[in-house]
């Protein structure tokens, strides 16, 4: 009850203070917004995609003030040695850079390093920026650290799920949060996008929220066949046939273990994915076909109780 009221008066408080976005972003006055530091070096297209799941953007150098947070940022990290991926890209017209929110290259206040652009191979698309500041281009498909930007705007306001991400609906019976992705990714990218998000791959921990997450499933996609495929939280971990949540617990001990009869058949040549019909039932399915999947999350994951600032 204590953490519940905490909560109701920390979004409450927020909605006035605005200044808390989530716990792994940092306001940062000189840009008006937030920034998050990558530590995990990831490719080009990696960095863009985990930015925009977060609520936010791939950082580039638009301004004087963004290019000295770039490289406050990356101060005593690793990234001061290895440099970071901006969101500066000419990913769709050869030499044609632009931020992902849209200023021109030539806009930016930074500098080329020594002998860049060159463009090596032909296939220098993207542009990384080191601890002085200067640029050059680099190839999308290796991989830097990265950071992450989301300008200040009026709309920022945490819903009563924690988040700004209106698609998260809270349910009083569960108390969690849960959010209906419609878009179809593969086990690993929806995993990935949960997480972002600040959620996890739904974990169904009882027959009510089993039929919870039917009825968002007849809600989210009216007309879907009883049979249709929905990613969850379980995997067999390399252990064939032993099925494990996400977080760690046998079906069983989480508290709901109702496979569709017939199921888990892993199916040639293998199935090691968790996923539910739309009917409820449980079913092991491919993990790197794509499905539709359902995030969980706690009203609290991305609050920050120490940043009242
Ligand atoms: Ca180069
Ligand atoms: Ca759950
Ligand atoms: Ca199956």
Redesign the pocket.
């Known amino acids: 009850m204590g953490t519940k009221l905490c909560v109701a008066f920390f979004l409450v408080f927020n909605i006035c203070e605005c200044r808390q976005y989530r716990y792994d972003y940092k306001f940062v006055t000189e840009v008006d917004g937030w920034i998050k530091l990558h530590q995990v070096p990831a490719t080009w297209d990696e960095a863009r995609l985990r930015c925009q799941l977060e609520g936010a953007i791939l950082c580039s150098p638009n301004t004087i003030n963004l290019v000295e947070v770039m490289k406050l940022t990356m101060k005593n990290t690793r990234a001061e040695i290895s440099g970071v991926f901006t969101g500066t890209h000419a990913k769709f017209s050869k030499g044609d850079f632009h931020s992902v929110d849209g200023v021109p290259l030539d806009k930016m206040p930074v500098q080329w390093m020594p002998?860049?652009?060159?463009?090596?191979k032909n296939n220098?698309s993207c542009i990384v920026m080191v601890r002085n500041g200067t640029i050059?281009?680099?190839n999308c498909d290796e991989v830097f650290p990265y950071i992450c930007y989301r300008k200040r705007s009026e709309k920022v306001i945490l819903t009563e799920c924690g988040t700004v991400d209106t698609g998260y609906l809270l349910n009083s019976k569960t108390g969690s949060c849960y959010k209906f992705h419609l878009d179809k990714r593969n086990w690993t990218r929806a995993f990935m996008t949960c997480a972002a998000e600040g959620g996890h791959l739904a974990i169904i921990n009882s027959k009510k929220e089993a039929d919870l997450l039917k009825n968002l499933c007849e809600m989210q996609a009216p007309g879907s066949i009883q049979f249709n495929t929905i990613f969850m939280g379980f995997h067999d971990w390399g252990e064939r046939g032993v099925w494990t949540t996400i977080h760690g617990q046998t079906l069983q001990e989480a508290g709901y273990d109702v496979f569709e009869t017939g199921q888990p058949d892993s199916a040639f040549p293998g199935e090691y994915c968790g996923s539910m019909f739309t009917s409820s039932t449980l079913n092991d399915v491919w993990c790197d076909k794509s499905f539709s999947f359902i995030c969980e999350k706690t009203v609290e994951s991305l609050l920050d109780f120490n940043d009242y600032d």
Do not use: F
């Not at 002998?115 to 090596?120: A, F, I, K, Q, R």
């Open positions: 002998m860049e652009p060159d463009n090596e220098e050059a281009d680099i």
